[in-house]
């Protein structure tokens, strides 16, 4: 007979709540690099909106231009800003997922080791049992050489 694990119905369902907490975990990540990336981006353009607007400083100004970068300026600011909540926001989602799959991770370990306490257990009494069987086989063949040798 072959070792059954009482509980491995749970176990099996707590290591697929595992795998699914770290595939979020892995999409929740991957959402905060784009996130990185994207406030990255908006950065870049006002760096290059100011450059190009202290490179036209010299020339006449442009009443209609300026209203124009400002404009711009005050939209890439309030797109930085509002990227910039969505990243922390984002942070601790990861973070609280991050905190879900070591939860899930410490409840598989739980059951693993006492599914390997039970294995041990088992093997224990499967070498106990063995062993009775070997000797009462010795046993058997000393009683039978013993009649034959004593008749």
Same mark, same amino acid.
């Given at each position: 007979?072959?070792?059954?694990?009482?509980?491995?119905?749970?176990?099996?369902?707590?290591?697929?709540?595992?795998?699914?907490?770290? $595939?979020? =975990?892995?999409?929740? +990540?991957? !959402? /905060?690099?784009?996130? #990185?990336?994207?406030? @990255?981006?908006?950065? *870049?353009?006002?760096?290059?909106?100011?450059?190009?607007?202290?490179?036209?400083?010299?020339?006449?100004?442009?009443?209609?231009?300026?209203?124009?970068?400002?404009?711009?300026?005050?939209?890439?600011? $309030?797109? =930085?800003?509002?990227? +910039?909540? !969505? /990243?922390?926001?984002? #942070?601790?989602?990861? @973070?609280?997922?991050? *905190?879900?799959?070591?939860?899930?991770?410490?409840?598989?370990?739980?059951?693993?080791?006492?599914?390997?306490?039970?294995?041990?257990?088992?093997?224990?009494?499967?070498?106990?049992?063995?062993?009775?069987?070997?000797?009462?086989?010795?046993?058997?063949?000393?009683?039978?050489? #013993?009649?034959?040798?004593?008749?």
């Amino acid at each position: 007979m072959a070792f059954q694990f009482r509980l491995q119905k749970l176990l099996d369902y707590r290591e697929e709540e595992k795998n699914l907490a770290a $595939e979020e =975990l892995g999409r929740r +990540q991957r !959402e /905060l690099m784009e996130i #990185k990336e994207e406030l @990255e981006r908006l950065q *870049q353009d006002e760096q290059r909106l100011m450059e190009h607007y202290r490179g036209q400083q010299g020339l006449t100004i442009n009443l209609f231009a300026l209203r124009a970068v400002e404009s711009y300026r005050a939209f890439l600011q $309030e797109r =930085l800003r509002c990227k +910039q909540q !969505e /990243l922390c926001q984002c #942070k601790d989602k990861v @973070e609280q997922q991050r *905190q879900e799959v070591v939860e899930n991770w410490k409840r598989c370990q739980v059951l693993e080791k006492l599914r390997e306490k039970e294995q041990d257990g088992y093997n224990r009494e499967e070498n106990k049992r063995e062993q009775l069987l070997n000797d009462e086989i010795s046993l058997y063949s000393y009683v039978k050489r #013993k009649r034959k040798g004593g008749e």
